[in-house]
């Protein structure tokens, strides 16, 4: 009987967490949701200016010590590095995109090469037995041109949906 109890009673703690952990999960949704509803435009103003009144008023970097220093570099000194650093990541950035778009252009120009070779000796049995473009057919025909036609102008004015479409677009 004792040991009946005590399971009755785990049994009953362990839904009482549940209960409770529910209870904060849902807590914690509704403590987001309204945190968020509350930063309107007009309060993220005022607390930016507040903070960056008692910014100035505290001056932080000076009690760091040696920001501002006579032996320390200056704070302006400091956002120049940044700056530089933030040139230099971005210089390298862009130049390994330049590498990796030549080796896919190289990449793609050795499979048109190898395209072509291939064309060349589908076309070339057949044109030393006499049957030449005949036989080769529809393989062989140029692409179509007009996949590359402009657009014909506009004639009226264009519906709603094209309108959007077209702003949208820019």
């Given at each position: 009987m004792r040991f009946e109890q005590l399971r009755e009673e785990v049994a009953r703690a362990e839904r009482r967490v549940e209960t409770r952990l529910l209870r904060a999960k849902t807590n914690w949704r509704v403590l987001g949701t309204t945190w968020r509803?509350?930063?309107?435009?007009?309060?993220i103003l005022v607390v930016g200016l507040v903070g960056g009144l008692l910014v100035?008023?505290?001056r932080p970097l000076d009690k760091l010590g040696?920001?501002?220093?006579?032996?320390?570099?200056?704070?302006?000194?400091?956002v120049q590095l940044?700056?530089?650093l933030s040139g230099l990541v971005t210089a390298l950035r862009a130049r390994h995109a330049a590498e990796s778009a030549q080796a896919a252009a190289d990449d793609a120009g050795a499979v048109a090469e190898e395209a072509a070779d291939t064309v060349e000796q589908a076309a070339g049995p057949e044109a030393a037995m006499g049957q030449g473009e005949a036989a080769a057919g529809p393989a062989l025909r140029p692409a179509s041109d007009a996949r590359r036609r402009p657009e014909p102008p506009w004639v009226g004015e264009p519906r709603a949906a094209e309108a959007a479409t077209e702003l949208s677009e820019r």
């Open positions: 509803e509350a930063w309107t435009p007009g309060r100035g008023r505290a040696g920001l501002d220093a006579p032996g320390g570099l200056p704070l302006a000194r400091w940044a700056t530089s």
